[in-house]
């Protein structure tokens, strides 16, 4: 019984001495910060890649027009768009699991990359289809990509929220381009809406979708790695 009681004792007394000393807590906040910039980085270079190769459709179709003294970077695209692209879809990508989580209502439908990655490539086909094809007038090409951005969250989203937060994003972001344009940092060729086109707010309403879409599915996918490795803890 003695000997039983000492080797217990000694027990107790290596598991205190192997335990970490951080607490539980503390390494629990310090993982979610690390994930938490890692996949900002991810959306944000989701963004920036996405927002080159969109640019240069723009470009090339000589929908929007740089001063030259601007045109400073590849694609023909002025520097700042890129990194103003990637901060947006970091944003936009971090706040749709966070809206998910306080409405209490995980997004749940059509949640596997295979969906994530044929969004992405409706999302191309609409501004490709912004840039390329010839309508007979701009209300003809406005309702068109309206009913496709609008059958894009349908497609591939379906939440209240996910629509909200894609319809406010997306009056911000053609509020913000107007105020760019009329400052003259550059312009879009024959605007029919206060210096704009009017079919801008239907691309910035499918990005919002497309990127909030990707967010959620790194949010899903780091929760999966999460729970993993708890078990095996």
């Not at 920036?48 to 400073?72: C, E, G, H, K, Y």
């Not at 971090?94 to 997004?107: A, F, N, S, T």
Request: charged fraction near 10%; proline fraction near 4%.
């Amino acid at each position: 019984m003695a000997d039983s009681t000492v080797v217990s004792d000694q027990q107790r007394s290596g598991s205190s001495q192997t335990a970490p000393s951080r607490g539980p807590y503390i390494a629990v906040i310090t993982n979610r910060s690390t994930t938490l910039v890692i996949r900002g980085f991810m959306l944000f270079s989701i963004g920036v890649f996405l927002a080159l190769v969109l640019n240069l459709l723009q470009v090339q179709r000589n929908v929007t027009l740089f001063p030259p003294d601007v045109i400073s970077s590849i694609f023909s695209s002025a520097w700042w768009v890129p990194p103003c692209c990637g901060t947006a879809s970091a944003i936009i990508g971090l706040l749709y699991p966070c809206i998910d989580c306080r409405l209490g209502e995980p997004h749940k439908f059509k949640r596997e990359w295979s969906s994530v990655m044929r969004c992405v490539a409706v999302f191309v086909g609409i501004n490709h289809a912004s840039a390329k094809v010839d309508f007979a007038n701009n209300v003809q090409l406005s309702l068109t990509l309206a009913a496709l951005s609008i059958g894009l969250w349908w497609t591939f989203d379906r939440s209240r929220s996910g629509f909200g937060l894609g319809v406010v994003i997306a009056l911000l972001a053609t509020l913000s381009t107007q105020l760019l344009v009329y400052n003259g940092v550059f312009q879009y060729t024959s605007p029919d809406f206060l210096y704009i086109r009017s079919w801008l707010p239907c691309i910035f309403f499918a990005g919002v979708i497309t990127m909030g879409n990707i967010g959620r599915q790194l949010a899903l996918y780091e929760c999966k790695l999460m729970s993993e490795k708890t078990h095996q803890d």
